[in-house]
């Protein structure tokens, strides 16, 4: 593996941690709801708006494909960000560690059908990467009035593969 290339790991809370958050019904279910019919996995994203208010957006993304060439980062400083997929269908998350302002390194993972992600606040991300159609994700991030959004374009690109 050169420098440049990333193989794309399965997405789990341990590895993703540093990052965020993985949404899925692993495990027991915190509480039984709605007269014993439904499972309810209670609180697991550490939503952060800051001094704005959280919001839902639907996004409809174009699929990529792997391999995967990995040129931009972004990240949001004033909240987090979460990742809901709204098909059976896995897709692609790339993160990176802040270093000194830009991103060091990213990593790579592949998410299974029915996880979705929170990134926490000010991590590098790259784009909304979805490896089938439909591509529809409801958003749950910040609305606010000050900017929230950080771009940061590679000067070689990293090459994410399976």
Same mark, same amino acid.
């Given at each position: 593996?050169?420098?440049?290339?990333?193989?794309?790991?399965?997405?789990?809370?341990?590895?993703?941690?540093?990052?965020?958050?993985?949404?899925?019904?692993?495990?027991?279910?915190?509480?039984?709801?709605?007269?014993?019919?439904?499972?309810?996995?209670?609180?697991?994203?550490?939503?952060?708006?800051?001094?704005?208010?959280?919001?839902?957006?639907?996004?409809?993304?174009?699929?990529?494909?792997?391999?995967?060439?990995?040129?931009?980062?972004?990240?949001?400083?004033?909240?987090?960000?979460?990742?809901?997929?709204?098909?059976?269908?896995?897709? /692609?998350?790339? $993160?990176?560690?802040?270093? &000194?302002?830009? +991103?060091?390194?990213?990593?790579? !993972? =592949?998410?299974? #059908?029915?996880?979705?992600?929170?990134?926490?606040?000010?991590?590098?991300?790259?784009?909304?990467?979805?490896?089938?159609?439909?591509? /529809?994700?409801? $958003?749950?991030?910040?609305? &606010?009035?000050? +900017?929230?959004?950080?771009?940061? !374009? =590679?000067?070689? #690109?990293?090459?994410?593969?399976?």
């Amino acid at each position: 593996m050169s420098r440049f290339e990333i193989t794309a790991q399965p997405l789990t809370q341990d590895a993703f941690a540093p990052f965020g958050d993985v949404l899925e019904c692993a495990g027991d279910p915190d509480k039984i709801i709605n007269a014993g019919m439904c499972g309810r996995y209670h609180d697991r994203a550490q939503l952060d708006f800051g001094d704005a208010r959280g919001g839902i957006s639907l996004f409809q993304a174009q699929p990529r494909a792997l391999p995967y060439a990995l040129d931009l980062l972004e990240r949001h400083p004033e909240g987090s960000q979460a990742f809901i997929p709204m098909s059976e269908h896995g897709f /692609l998350v790339t $993160v990176a560690p802040d270093e &000194g302002g830009r +991103p060091g390194v990213p990593l790579a !993972f =592949l998410t299974a #059908p029915g996880q979705g992600i929170n990134l926490h606040r000010g991590v590098w991300h790259g784009v909304l990467t979805p490896l089938h159609l439909p591509g /529809l994700f409801a $958003v749950v991030d910040r609305i &606010g009035e000050t +900017p929230n959004l950080e771009e940061f !374009f =590679l000067d070689r #690109p990293y090459v994410v593969v399976p």
